[in-house]
């Protein structure tokens, strides 16, 4: 899961293997064997990694964390900065990618925004688990800003 991270996250920030070798300062092999799952970056060049990529160290790392990408800019996340902690519908022009990526939009429409910054909008839903009926789970994403075409506030109740 960490090597399709680092995937992503190189090609959304239009790095080469070698170009991100020469900013870490490793081999382009270690950055193939890394994307591979061949072996892990050192703490250190995890940091640095999730600097350059904008996204803290635990979303790099943690495996309940998915990371939803766009290749074309489109907009900046600055006016969506006031959403954090409210209960949000989110629409955009990739919306099967969305859905394929498990957002339960049927059962559980809304997502709460946990944070937003430039580049990323960090949400948490809850969904039903797979291959269970009752039994639900709170799941964490990270969605490129460029992905999202609209956002409507849901009410508290």
Request: avoid cysteine; charge should be negative; glycine fraction near 8%.
């Amino acid at each position: 899961m960490l090597g399709d991270k680092l995937v992503t996250l190189r090609k959304k920030n239009g790095h080469s293997q070698q170009e991100l070798a020469d900013k870490l300062q490793v081999t382009r092999q270690t950055i193939s064997n890394w994307e591979l799952g061949q072996g892990a970056p050192s703490l250190d060049k995890a940091m640095e990694l999730a600097k350059i990529y904008h996204v803290s160290l635990d979303d790099l790392v943690e495996n309940q964390v998915e990371i939803l990408v766009k290749e074309k800019k489109q907009g900046s996340g600055r006016l969506l900065k006031s959403l954090e902690g409210k209960k949000v519908k989110i629409s955009g022009s990739d919306m099967e990618l969305l859905l394929e990526s498990g957002l339960d939009w049927g059962y559980n429409a809304a997502v709460k925004v946990l944070e937003v910054n430039d580049e990323w909008m960090r949400i948490e839903y809850t969904r039903t688990k797979e291959n269970h009926l009752m039994k639900k789970e709170t799941v964490v994403k990270l969605i490129d800003i460029d992905m999202i075409s609209g956002v409507e506030i849901v009410e508290e109740e």
